[in-house]
């Protein structure tokens, strides 16, 4: 059973940049991808970023525009997302997850495993 915790969430002012990290263990090798996803106050999760494990390739969603980049440290099993430049509706609670199967990264439901969340909060 992989497991995912999170961390790096905090309260900062706009402009402020944030890294969190997630930390995999239990099975990773079984894991494709990791990926970000995000869930602000009243909306849907929706897809933030994703990584390969093997070749790092990477994906994101088109509302980043160069501000967030997503890492990853095989060795570690651990995945990093950095966020620049960050915004009042930044704010939402992030999650980590994990998925076996590759294709179609923007799909929530695709991913098997999820972390816990932690929370970004971006004041104006």
């Known amino acids: 059973q992989v497991q995912l915790v999170e961390s790096g969430g905090g309260l900062v002012q706009g402009g402020a940049s944030l890294r969190l990290s997630c930390a995999a263990s239990g099975g990773t090798f079984n894991t494709n991808a990791m990926g970000w996803f995000r869930q602000a106050p009243g909306k849907e999760r929706e897809f933030v970023a994703a990584i390969t494990w093997i070749g790092g390739s990477i994906y994101y969603a088109d509302f980043v525009k160069g501000r967030f980049t997503i890492s990853r440290d095989n060795a570690k099993n651990t995945v990093y997302l950095q966020m620049n430049s960050l915004k009042p509706e930044d704010t939402a609670v992030y999650y980590c997850?994990?998925?076996?199967?590759?294709?179609?990264?923007?799909?929530?439901?695709?991913?098997?495993?999820w972390g816990q969340g932690t929370q970004v909060t971006v004041s104006s």
């Open positions: 997850a994990a998925r076996r199967r590759s294709g179609n990264y923007g799909i929530e439901n695709l991913y098997e495993y």
